[in-house]
């Protein structure tokens, strides 16, 4: 598993996030929930 620190909560940073993690795991899923996000 890969952990990456990142040092702000910008919608930029949270989308970048998803692209690599999308990546990492070899797709995307059909669907997501998010519940209290600040970056939101």
Do not use: C
């Not at 909560?9 to 690599?20: G, N, P, R």
């Amino acid at each position: 598993m890969d952990a990456i620190s990142q040092p702000l909560q910008s919608h930029e940073i949270l989308f970048d996030a998803h692209v690599e993690a999308f990546r990492v795991l070899g797709g995307v899923p059909q669907a997501g929930i998010y519940d209290n996000m600040r970056t939101a």
